[in-house]
C-alpha cells in the first residue's frame, strides 16, 4: 500500500459543534423507480412510517401527495414523489418485531426496516471482528464525528448488542487521534465494554474505507464487519429502539457559507430549504455532492435532494483558478493509491476500472487538471 497522506485542512471553515434537528421540513422527496409502477395519485393522503411502494423508504412526514420532481440522485438524474407536510405525524399502523435474540431476528428486523445494505453486509459471512468506525474523510465532513460525539453511548450499545448477536469475540473503536474531545468521552464509558478496545487513527486521508483501515490494523477485512458511526446508530434506532429509518445527518459546510454544520434531517428534505432555514452564503460557490475531493460537481441547488446516502454538501470559494498544460511531472501517478498510471490515463484519455475516485491525483495537481473525471468509470459496469 502507498504511504496514506494527511490533507491540509481549511482554516477557513467554521463547524458549529452541535446537530441541529430540523424536524418539520415543508416536502419530502422520496426517490421512484420510473421503471416500476407507483400507483399514488395527486390528493392521496401517506400516513407517516408509510413504505413507498418500489422504494426502500418510509415516509418520514404525513400528509399529500402533491407531485412529482427531477432530483438529482447519486451520478444520475431520476424522478422523487412530492409529499407536502400536513405536520400532524399521523403514522400509520405497524407491527412490531419480536424481541431481537439471535442472528436472524437481526437480520429479519433489518429486512424488514428497509436496511437493505445493512442486511447485506451482516449476511455475508461470520465475522471475527467488528469495527465501529468514526472517522470522516475529507476535510469538509463532520458527520462521522459528531454522531460519536453526541451519541457514544447508543453506538457502544449497539456495538455490544451486535457483537453478542454475532458472536464476535474483538470490537474496535477507531477515531482520529485529533477527536481529543470524543475521546475523552468514548474513553470514560469504554470500561463498562470489555470485549472493546478504543484505536486512535492517524489524520491520513482514506483510512475510512474499508481495505486501508484493515491494512492499518492489521487485521483481515473479509473477517471484518466495518461500521461507520451513522450506520451504528441506524442499527440503534432499527434494533434498540425498534423505529423505522426517517432521518439521516448530513453536513453542509465549506468556505463559501459563514457556518458549517450537521445536520439531522428527515429523508428526502430538499437542500434547497435547509440552506434557506440555517446557511448563510457569504461567497460565490461550486456546490459538491459527498464532499469535495470525492464528490461531484452540481449545477443546481433545487435538484438535491437528502436521501441515505448523501453524507457531505459542501459549498466551496469559486476559484479563479485555470486549466494548465501539463508539465509532466508525475505527481498524480505517485500519488495513486491504486497504483493506476494517471499521467498516462491523461494523455490518452483512458479510465481505468481500479480508480477508486479519491480525487488524490485533482487535489496534487499543479496544472489543476480534473484528472479523476477522467480516469474514474463512473458507472463500474462500463468497459
Ligand atoms: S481518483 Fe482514481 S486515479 Fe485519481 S488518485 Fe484516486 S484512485 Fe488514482
Ligand atoms: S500531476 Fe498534473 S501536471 Fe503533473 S503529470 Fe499529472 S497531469 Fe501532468
Redesign the pocket.
Known sequence: MRPLIKLEENKQVFFVNEIYNDTDPTHVYIPIDINKQVSYKTRDYIYKNTLIENTLVHTPISGYVTGVKKVKLREKFGLALEITNDFKENPCKRILSKRIKTKEDLLASLKDKQLLELYDKINQTTFQNLVLLSLDEEVYSMKEFMITSKFNNELLESASLLMDLLAIKKGYVAIKNTSSSVIKRVRSIMGTYLNMKLVLLPDKYLLGRIDFLCSYLNIKGEETLVLKASEMYDIYEAIIKNHFILDTFVTISGDAIKKSLVLKVKIGTSLKELVDKYIEIIKDYELYLNGYLEGEKIHNIEDVIITKDIHTIVFKEKQKVVEEKCIKCGA?SR????R?N?YN?YVNNLR?QK????????YICPSHIH??EI??VKNKNES
Open positions: 498524480c500519488i495513486c493509491p491504486m493506476i494517471v490515463c481505468h480508480c477508486i475516485g479519491c480525487g488524490l491525483c485533482n484528472l479523476k480516469v474514474e
